[in-house]
């Protein structure tokens, strides 16, 4: 796929600026209307003529099918191609779709005379005051939105490289009740969040929250997109790892919101990784009892896990994440190239978290995993993309049936009760949160073996790929009666009763567990070495 597909009413430029466009990025340009008259033999006023608009809506669906097979062109489609969901989708699957506006009196002007419009009936005006009020909406929706108004195709498609993102756009859905929306993965998509922030229309200034270095990397790209379709933004920082989730951080987080005067139709963008994400996700959640905010995880722990679900939280002295709130966002955005940027040490950590959710959901992503770690390691890109794509899947999968964590989405907690215990008894920020997973879910696959719970087929799968992955060779140095401690305030527990996810076999696991204490702490000492 790849594709750049250009919509917008008759008369937008769709034609002439593809062309260009196609020419500056050395691609193959199509155009639909084009190739469905050279497929029928006849010209599109005949087809209308002989087959009436539902025939040529049935030709120019599959003539979109076909060419959207194709990889790396640029399609010019027809003004009413957007309309039916099966074309949308197609044109949204793994492409960048392109909306080209112009004022109604500018199309008018633009069509006066044309020849070979069917649909141009009785006048111009006409038929541009009935249909284009049922197509605008679709059009608004697309990745980007260009206005063409007294502009030169020339700068329409300079315009639209400078906003393009870098290979192919992959969304995927998460069905929440109230509160879908979509991941959106690929590479360089700054212009494609500013177009998201513009359709929500929000009071301004847009606030963006981020910590210093994510801030000195990037945020003027994002800033710089924002600003060229009219939007001001203010930013917060919030310090680095951990201690952006103490109640200091969030203080200024409502401070600077006060200060901008954000109100309940504001928005709000967490750039950055799970802390910020988390921080910035709760002040959303209750500044004026909840507004919008939008999640831009910088970091491959982030994009695969933090940012999904909409659980955000801050820390308290009593425990991780114990004051926290369930506001989902508008949407995601995971942009790779963002990880060139990461440090080894955080890369690795968040293959926890995708080894986690294989293990718990799909053992065919267990098996890619086994074979392609050491692509994964080495950042290779296609093998980023797919290892993303598939635990964003599979996690959002979960959220959608499960969004308030009352069953299903538990399992996700695999390997987490341990962790977060190693967490809290090493000291906030000095374990890495991937490091402490991986050894929580060391202790849990024991357990799920000697409670005869699991198989030990997928006890030393899971260790073998940790153990590759570099996560376990430092044992985490913390304190039996610490460890104790931390986790007698695991939120899972019940009645006082420890609770655990166990493996049941590689893509199966079981939540709510409870284990013999005396079994817990003798797996603990045997991990962990206590």
Known sequence: MNNF???????????????????????????????????AGRSISEIFADEGEAGFRRREAHGLRRALMKQDIIVAAGGGAPLPDENWHQMREGNCVVSLMAEPAELARRLNGARGRPLLQPDVPSAIATLLPNRIGRYDAADLVIGTDGRKPVEVAHD?????????????????????????????????????????????????????????????PLADALKSLDITATSVSVPLGEPAKELEALAAIYVDLGTTGTDRQGCLIALGGGTVGDVAGFAAATWMRGIRYIQVPTTLLAMVDSSIGGKTAINLPAGKNLAGAVHQPVAIFSDLEYLETLADAEFRSALAEITKVALVADRSFVDWLSVNLVAL???????????????????????????????????????????????????????RHGEAVAWGMEVAGRLSLSSGAGTSEAVRTQHALLQRAGLLANRPEVKRADLWQALRHDKKSQAGALRFVLLREIGRADYGCEVDPNLVWDTLAKVLSL
Do not use: C
């Open 160 to 220: 639209i490289e400078s906003r393009l993102p870098r290979g192919g756009v992959h969304r995927i859905a998460i069905d929440v009740p109230n509160a879908p929306h979509e991941v959106t993965i690929g590479q360089r998509l700054p212009s494609l969040v500013a177009q998201t922030v513009k359709r929500m229309a929000p009071s301004q200034p847009v606030v963006i929250v981020s910590d210093w270095v994510i801030m000195r990397h990037h945020l003027r």
């Open 5 to 39: 597909v250009l919509v917008g009413f008759m008369g937008s430029g769709k034609s002439t600026v593809g062309r260009i466009l196609a020419e500056r990025t050395n691609r193959l340009f199509v155009d639909l209307d084009d190739d469905i008259a050279a497929d």
């Open 377 to 431: 390691l080495g950042r290779d890109k296609p093998a980023m993309l797919e290892a993303v794509r598939w635990a964003v899947a599979i996690k959002a999968g979960v959220v959608s049936r499960d969004p308030h964590e009352t069953g299903e989405r538990a399992i996700l907690n695999y390997g987490h009760t341990v962790g977060h215990a190693l967490e809290r008894a090493a000291g906030f920020g000095r374990l």
